[in-house]
């Protein structure tokens, strides 16, 4: 088990070498996850696993990859998904251009999802959709659009659940293990890399999605990023977080107002 002095060591380590800073990660998650990638990746020690990231830049990616999480599915949560569909859109319908920044993105999946409702509302074509995230191989995934094909029984049952009646095998090209979704959905994405804890906000948005990234947070770095949000957000607009994630306890509650019970809140308007 890596002790908490040489956590901190290795967190220097990453912030002085790479940039990124891990300090105010859940502790105890870090943790576990550290020690497995040792474990997994066979370092004898602490020592030699500490050695190897600071000497061997391509390692890094590796630490990112394993360390967050970037587990993510097709319409996650049906029932958020629905009142997405039936409710939050038809307000965002009424706008010229509709922004919208999926934070924590992982592999793009919730943003495909995303795209898959603004065409069925047919407002795909007044939509900017950026997706961000801190790994940058999780992004370049998310930008090809290419996902197993054994994953597509699962996202097609989780888009049945959040309301959609078309046959899901129209979105994607089947071709041996994998399935390439149409370039028509991705046209209106945005991929950057950007980092929760050290980077500012770049756009307003009617619409921001980070679902299942700040629970790996401690409290202080939720309550910054809830700050970064409440700042890109134009009066009116909605966040959505995990349903594990709230803002209740947050700086930030109280320019917000609860949305239905699926874990979304609206900004107030002044
Ligand atoms: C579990 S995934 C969530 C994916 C998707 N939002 C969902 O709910 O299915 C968490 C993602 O957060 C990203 N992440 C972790 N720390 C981050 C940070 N500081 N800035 C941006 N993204 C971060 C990870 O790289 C990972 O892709």
Redesign the pocket.
Known sequence: MIRDAELDLLLNDLLELYGYDFAEYARASLKRRINRLVSIDRFPSFAEFRYRLRNDASYFPRFVEEV??????MF?DPAFFKVLRNEVLKVLATYPLIRIW?????TG??VYSMAILLKEANLLHKSLLYA????PD?LERARKGIYPLANMKLHSENYLNSGGTEDFSRYYTARYDWATFDKELSSKMIFAT????SDRSFNEFQLILC???MI?FDKPLQDRVLQLFEQSLEPLGFLCL?SKENLRFSSVAQHFTVWGKEKIWRKTGS
């Open positions: 967050t999480v970037n587990v993510t599915e996650r999926h934070a924590g993105c992982a999946e919730e961000t995230d801190l790994n999780a950007h980092n929760l804890v679902r299942n990234v790996y995990g």
